[in-house]
């Protein structure tokens, strides 16, 4: 009978602390994991063309950001005087679990009002020239492709200043930073024939992007 008992508050002890890290896990020190809901704008087309336009390599077209994609993710937190740590740096958020979360690690808000945090996020996650430095925000050096077939689709997002104690999910809102241009003739435009050449002026093909500030072209 002593055996059993011994063995009966063995298996209550490794239950109580199978819980315990559960709710560590979960809340992560009584504070909510930080997670995200996004959405991104459709590319809209001004002409009669009911196509998307082809001169953009893989457009996003997703009413909202869809699931099967990931982005990467930076986040600066301030530690409630006005200093900030970079508490994410270029770290992969995906769908998991019903939820947009930083995989493998997970952060969770430290439930301080004031310790604040800045979010900025960018797709594809294969773009690797993006600098940063903890408390302000991230750039992009860019110079567009010649060819059409390599330009991508960039779009990023920020939420900066969100609270410490925040418990939903924090909305991140994508928006294009380039603006794709195509020309065509036909019945639409011009009448049919051979276009031999087609010089534009005054568009520029690189620049720095500051995140949530725009273009130094």
Not at 82 to 95: A, M, P, R
Not at 172 to 188: P, Q, W
Request: glycine share 6%; with cysteine.
């Amino acid at each position: 009978r002593g055996i059993n008992v011994s063995l009966l508050l063995l298996i209550i002890i490794s239950t109580f602390s199978s819980c315990a890290n559960e709710m560590n896990i979960l809340e992560g020190n009584n504070n909510k994991q930080i997670n995200f809901s996004v959405s991104v704008p459709v590319w809209n087309n001004t002409d009669s063309l009911a196509t998307t336009k082809t001169s953009r390599a893989m457009p996003i077209t997703d009413t909202s950001f869809g699931t099967d994609k990931s982005f990467n993710l930076i986040a600066d937190q301030n530690d409630g005087a006005g200093n900030y740590n970079t508490l994410i740096d270029k770290e992969s958020v995906s769908f998991i679990n019903n939820i947009w979360q930083t995989t493998p690690s997970h952060y969770y808000w430290s439930g301080i009002t004031n310790q604040t945090i800045n979010f900025y996020a960018y797709y594809p996650s294969t773009i690797s020239n993006v600098s940063h430095t903890a408390g302000s925000a991230p750039t992009l050096l860019y110079t567009v492709p010649s060819d059409a077939s390599n330009q991508i689709d960039i779009i990023t997002a920020i939420n900066p200043n969100v609270s410490g104690s925040t418990a939903t999910s924090t909305p991140l809102t994508f928006n294009h930073i380039f603006a794709a241009v195509k020309f065509a003739v036909g019945t639409s435009g011009l009448p049919s024939g051979t276009i031999k050449s087609i010089t534009i002026n005054g568009i520029k093909n690189s620049g720095t992007y500051t995140f949530g500030s725009g273009w130094t072209l």
